[in-house]
């Protein structure tokens, strides 16, 4: 779906912000990229949706080169929803926040309310259309964030630390909703995030460092390096904790990516003795 | 010296035809260099509660003591700027709130509007940089210049230059990412244990309330649904009903405990746990 190869990028002409990055997303696939503040995750995100212009390299997104020629086509298919929600409301109600992107993209008007109806459904937001933004919650702005870029009838959503500002109500919301669209519409999801447990769910996780990428692979194969990901300060999560301190008193369990997975392990190994 | 809240109420738009209760009859009290966590859903009335504290919010009804301060529905507060100086008020987001153009005068704002001259601002400045961890180098700089993390402990700073007694922080690391929202906890926690501040702190993440915290005050709905130290406070079932994601280690605790694994109900830490099991494991 996505092909980036020997990628490079730099905000001023000191430093090169991105420094050769190759990766790959499969169609309907879940990847999450991790890294610590100033790795270069973000102004990855800017450059897939063409935000931002690369210097060397090659973006190709569903078969075709980013360039100005095809960006429009390129835009119809992948999105962007960023960390702030009050940044990124445009319309005066949520029904226009929705319309927004469908009027740019010059859909009919007779088309458009069936369309606002359908993805503000969606995103569970139908009950609203005719609310302010003032009136919404931080979870319920990001929500019909997501329904504008759903409306658009995109292939790839891009989620730049979408739920981080959110209150635990809100991050769920958004967990779910993201998991349901990838599960259900096959929707390819790229999530920027700092959650583990996020990317514990994930399929491919990309670790960037100084704007490199460090290393790839399935969450049980990044983790297994869990010293260079402490070294790059990036956080193990809970459940491999404890698999690793249960195996320094002999406890040793097939690699679990949940703490109910560990305790019914730990039952049976039990139940063994 | 503690914070004292008596039968406070707080109604926004009072006088309107659109009033809104955001704290109702509110009781509380909070001890002296205690780290207390304000936690409970958005619109319970937390950052509505901690407002009251420097007196930026007053009470529609009731009292909030602080210190020998009294702020009272209704009556005008003796020496506002002294109550401003003793309890410092960080809140969300506060690197928007940043403005000088460099960090030294930013920081140093504070202590001069409190009538410190301006060489001893500047030594201050320069003191509580370093404790936030921005060295000299970063005096002369803009804060703009910096990353969202940066910024933060710049503002964060820029409080703790004129030396509050209390601190009160409004979900102080939300949007950070996990490293640097533990060196800011760590931060705090230095703040609490070797100067003596009172911290008091709203926020969602309970892992930070379990590591960090002495006291738990939950709201409801502007209403005070809990107050009990931290230990108790996850110890004891009834949170279950209330909302709150527990820590992951208490989670895994209760597991464990529902499979027939017994441990020392206040072992909370990950070692002593594993060491628990490993006697469950030894003893067979």
């Keep these: ?273 | 010296m503690s914070i004292t809240f008596k039968n406070l109420s707080h109604i926004y738009n009072e006088k309107t035809p659109f009033p809104s209760a955001a704290l109702k009859n509110i009781n509380l009290e909070i001890a002296d260099g205690s780290f207390t966590a304000i936690i409970g859903e958005t619109g319970s009335g937390k950052s509505t509660l901690v407002q009251h504290l420097n007196a930026l919010l007053l009470p529609t009804d009731g009292e909030v003591r602080v210190n020998d301060f009294v702020i009272k529905a209704g009556e005008k507060i003796k020496d506002l700027k002294q109550l401003r100086r003793q309890v410092g008020l960080v809140f969300q987001f506060p690197e928007y709130q940043l403005f000088e153009e460099t960090i030294e005068t930013d920081v140093a704002f504070g202590p001069k509007n409190f009538g410190i001259e301006e060489k001893e601002a500047k030594e201050r400045a320069r003191y509580v940089l370093e404790l936030v961890g921005l060295d000299a180098s970063y005096l002369e700089r803009s804060p703009f210049d910096l990353s969202g993390g940066q910024k933060r402990r710049v503002a964060i700073a820029g409080i703790l230059a004129f030396d509050p007694d209390v601190l009160v922080l409004d979900e102080p690391t939300a949007g950070l990412d996990p490293q640097g929202a533990k060196e800011m906890m760590d931060l705090f926690k230095k703040l609490n244990t070797d100067f003596g501040k009172t911290i008091i702190m709203v926020t969602h993440d309970m892992e930070h309330v379990l590591n960090y915290c002495d006291e738990v005050i939950l709201l409801k709905k502007g209403e005070v649904e809990l107050v009990s130290d931290v230990k108790n406070f996850f110890k004891d079932s009834t949170i279950d009903s209330l909302d709150v994601q527990p820590p992951h280690i208490v989670e895994f605790k209760r597991q464990l405990e529902a499979r027939g694994f017994a441990f020392d109900e206040d072992a909370f830490d990950l070692p002593t746990l594993v060491q628990s099991l490993k006697g469950e494991f030894d003893h067979e």
């Design chain 1, 1 to 273: 779906m996505i092909k980036v190869e020997d990628l490079h990028f730099n905000y001023d002409e000191h430093e090169e912000t991105i420094k050769g990055v190759n990766f790959t997303v499969e169609a309907g696939s879940y990847t999450s990229i991790i890294g610590h503040n100033g790795s270069g995750k973000s102004t990855i995100a800017k450059l897939l949706i063409g935000l931002l212009e690369k210097s060397s390299g090659s973006i190709e997104i569903d078969g075709m080169e980013l360039n100005e020629e095809n960006l429009y086509a390129i835009r119809s298919l992948i999105g962007v929803v960023f960390q702030n929600p009050d940044n990124q409301f445009i319309g005066s109600t949520v029904a226009d926040d929705i319309a927004f992107g469908l009027e740019n993209k010059q859909v009919p008007q007779e088309n458009m309310q069936a369309i606002i109806d359908k993805f503000s459904k969606v995103v569970g937001m139908y009950d609203f259309l005719d609310r302010e933004p003032t009136s919404l919650s931080g979870g319920q702005k990001q929500r019909v964030a997501i329904a504008g870029v759903l409306a658009m009838d995109l292939k790839v959503i891009i989620l730049d630390e979408a739920a981080s500002m959110l209150d635990p109500r809100g991050k769920k919301e958004i967990h779910e909703l993201i998991n349901k669209l990838h599960e259900e519409e096959n929707l390819t999801v790229i999530s920027i995030t700092h959650d583990m447990e996020e990317v514990l769910r994930s399929d491919k996780v990309i670790v960037l460092e100084h704007g490199h990428v460090k290393m790839s692979g399935t969450p049980a194969e990044i983790l297994q390096h869990e010293d260079e990901l402490v070294a790059l300060e990036l956080d193990i999560p809970f459940v491999y904790k404890v698999q690793k301190e249960l195996k320094e008193i002999g406890i040793e369990m097939d690699t679990q990516v949940s703490i109910e997975g560990v305790v019914e392990q730990l039952c049976q190994l039990h139940s063994k003795i």
